[in-house]
């Protein structure tokens, strides 16, 4: 109860409470999240099972459209018949998942290799720096590309289409993760020539523990910062994958997929396909870019505004 | 035996192609219960002492000979884990700032409690109670509000008292204190040093004292050591350093004294300042300041050599004494 006080007192939360677009932008993100991970309780179709496709039913436009329109399909239907209300909420939970576990990995990574770095320096520090440029020298979609491609090729269609989220997590996560480690090696850097530190190896603490309950908790407003924007690149870069058919398969489409699908319709005049799931990756993304900078501004009092 | 006795410590900081010597011979005994207090101006090696005591010199410095003899075991060559558990154990250190060492993502409590348990092997209800009872034993009042406190909500001298508990802890033998009120206000200043004294007598724990307030020092040390530019310029009993002071460095410092002034008169000034350690005049390091020197101070290091019950570096000395 106590600590629940301390958070409704906090700084955070009452600059929240004055933050117009903070509130928007969180509420939205809320939503698709909510949307998302009820998609089984609330999606009218299950994209998934064939049984509930009808052929048929392909490319019916939404319902606002003034012809051809079917009271079921709020959203229309895409070239195999799916609900497109339904793929989105679908899609939108793979996308959402494949973001967050995929951050979840970069942080994983990047920050136990930063702290390290940091905290140990001399050779670990270069050796670790050195992977890390190597790293960033070539591009996340090129590596994406090129491991997705390898891992199709060896294992076949069939085996990817199982474990694609799970592949796609690891390109990603694995892409991404010298972000976090130059972040945190540079603070990690300012923190250790702080006194605490050396009153923290004064008590005798070990070094391991000095690392994980001294330094860490004194650089994760970077970590938090860098993460939100993360997260949207995560997503970006599943789209980016699918779209380019080297990511989520066409029987379980994440956002990027479906506007991947649809982009063969768009000239014979079934735009709806692309265009709907498009704008809510638009607005996924910016509801979470701008709860980012919200926060970067929260947690950087040098950037106040006010 | 003396619990803990430097002998012939040298440390040095290799910087590219010259190597400086941050502490050059310097030797100390300290027995339990005793109270030592290290006095210089700033630079002159008094943190890297106690630093390099307890084995934490910053990168790239290193002791380069030398021992530190605690307990009858030479700290200089025992294992990283052994003086992992000397450290913060039986050895404790109080820094200046309070405000710095404690961390300010945790509340006092985690950290007086991780302290402990990273030393002894018990519950933490058993560590939460040591931990209250150390903070009234600094005379914290309600210690068990101040327990789940960030350091950020206590006052300077609150933090300090905060500080000293954790130092005690673990009942060490030895507390090595590193200008512990320089940060603080004049007033809490007293305060503060009276509780470091009455505690370190109370539990006979040894302290070494470092700082350049030559009054605080001769309030509560038994024994003083004055270095200069990384060498022993004197060292004695206090009372007889601040009466019959027998280097000219010392002299001067205590004719800077306010209190040694009529008043209203203009302060004794030592000419000069302390060379940095990359430009150490030859001979006696204190030479160009100094009103004694000759073509010898110039030309050979003195060696510290016992005169009554001080031991002093100044080839002319017994002129000083009597100066």
Sequence with gaps: MNRIRLFMDSDLVFRFGRDRVAQFSFALFLAFVIAAFAAPLIAPFDPYDPMQIDLMDSEIPPLWQDANTDPRFLFGTDAQGRDLLSTILYGTRISLIIGFCAVALQILIGVSIGLISGYVGGRIDSFFMRLADIQLSLSTLMVAIIASAVFKATFGTEIYGNVAILVLVLVIGIAEWPQYARTVRASVLAERSKEYVDAARVIGLPRWRIMIRHVLPNTLSPILVISTVQIANAIISEAALSFLGLGMPVNKPSLGSLISSGFEFIFSGSWWITVIPSLVLVALILSINLLGDWLRDVLNPRLYKD | MALLEVRNLHVEFPLGRKTLQAIHGLSFALDKGERLGIVGESGAGKS???????????????????????????????????????????????????????????????????????????????????????????????????????????????????????????????IIADEPTTALDVTIQAEIMGLMLDLCRDHAVALMLITHDLAVVSQVTQKICVLYAGRLAEQGPTRSIITQPKHPYTQGLIKALPQQNEPGARLFQIPGTMPTLDDVPAGCAFHPRCAFADELCRREVPEPRPIGDHRVACHHAEKVASA
């Design chain 2, 48 to 174: 890297v002492a106690a630093f390099s005591i307890l084995k934490l010199i910053a990168k790239p410095g290193r002791i380069a000979a030398g021992e530190v003899i605690f307990d009858g075991r030479d700290l200089a060559k025992i294992s990283d884990e052994e003086m992992r558990q000397i450290r913060g154990n039986r050895i404790s250190m109080i820094f200046q700032d309070p405000m710095m060492t404690l961390n300010p993502v945790l509340t006092v409590g985690t950290q007086m409690v991780e302290c402990l348990k990273a030393h002894r092997d018990i519950s933490d209800a058993e560590a939460k109670r040591l931990a209250i009872a150390k903070l009234r034993e600094v005379k914290i009042p309600s210690a068990e509000e101040r327990f789940e406190n960030y350091p950020h909500q206590l006052s300077g001298g609150m933090r300090q008292r905060v500080v000293i508990a954790i130092a005690l802890l673990t009942d060490p033998a030895v």
